[in-house]
């Protein structure tokens, strides 16, 4: 199997052309194989870019766990790169079919190859139910999930759910620890209270419009970024009063540019696409 491995600010894939090259019949199983970085190729997962007949392509990703998301902002970039610089698909403009909709990309390119990509994430989903949560809505808020108590883990915080295709679970602290993101990540992850799993971000705040960011990714672990947790954490900060609606998000792979836009309720993320190398799997 021909594979090329890319990472957005640091959250990285095993990417397979579909396109040029067979799909894999168990994507799943070979996901887990690729990511594991000491018997594997190493990444946070695999993502297959797909012919479709409703878009430029199709993004299907998988964590490292073999579980299927419907959705990886990082990735998405990414796909947008190797769509650009491997000549599928030549547009300044492209649209991705993923779980979570079809999403248009702006690509900036110089000397023939993409380096950076704008993702219109498309509005974010606050309704419990729909995120999905069965935390109540604070009705301070208008029943939306914001601000409302979480025990987990010996700790107590005030968190705010959001979906941006895929549920987060942003926690604002004063600073981020390894005990938070590796203890108390993985028992949120695990809740009950989230049907479908959860992804959590702990966000230290260091100006209205600037955070610094950590995620526990479900299936996946702590990842160095998080595109979509990037945008859920956008949402959050303005919703809970914290941030304005253009925000820079220091993640430990790289730096995000957010803006929930108040005339189309769109969030829009910007950030790095990077190609690391290409190879043969057969394992």
Avoid at 75 to 95: L, P, Q, S
Avoid at 105 to 118: S, Y
Avoid at 225 to 251: D, F, I, M, Q
Wanted: hydrophobic share 35%; aromatic share 6%.
């Amino acid at each position: 199997m021909q594979f090329t491995k890319m990472h957005g600010a640091g959250n990285d894939y095993v990417y397979v052309d579909c396109f040029n090259h067979e799909t894999p019949a168990d994507p799943a199983s070979l996901s887990i194989a690729v990511a594991d970085r000491n018997k594997g190729i190493g990444g946070d997962g695999l993502i297959l870019i797909c012919p479709t007949a409703v878009a430029d392509a199709q993004m299907r990703m998988f964590n490292a766990d073999g579980s299927e998301s419907e959705m990886c902002g990082n990735g998405i970039r990414c796909v947008a790169k190797y769509m650009y610089d491997h000549g599928i698909c030549k547009k300044d403009r492209m649209h991705i079919e993923t779980g979570a909709g079809i999403l248009a990309l702006d690509v900036e390119a110089e000397n023939g190859k993409v380096h950076q990509v704008r993702v219109d994430m498309g509005e974010p989903i606050l309704l419990a139910d729909e995120i999905p949560t069965k935390l109540e809505g604070n009705p301070e808020f208008n029943d939306q999930v914001v601000n409302v108590k979480l025990a987990a883990a010996g700790h107590e915080f005030e968190v705010t759910c959001v979906s941006m295709g895929n549920p987060h679970c942003v926690i604002f602290v004063e600073r981020i620890s390894d005990e938070l993101v590796l203890k108390v990540g993985p028992r949120i992850e695990q809740d009950p209270r989230f049907p479908a799993r959860v992804n959590i971000e702990f966000v230290e705040i260091i100006s209205p419009n600037e955070v610094r960011q950590r995620t526990w990714e479900r299936g996946s672990g702590e990842t160095l970024a998080c595109g979509t947790g990037a945008s859920a954490v956008c949402v959050a900060g303005v919703l809970s009063g914290r941030t304005e609606r253009k925000l820079t998000n220091h993640l430990r792979g790289g730096t995000l540019l957010l803006e929930w836009d108040e005339n189309t309720n769109h969030v829009f993320m910007t950030g790095p696409a990077t190609e690391v190398f290409s190879g043969t799997w057969g394992g």
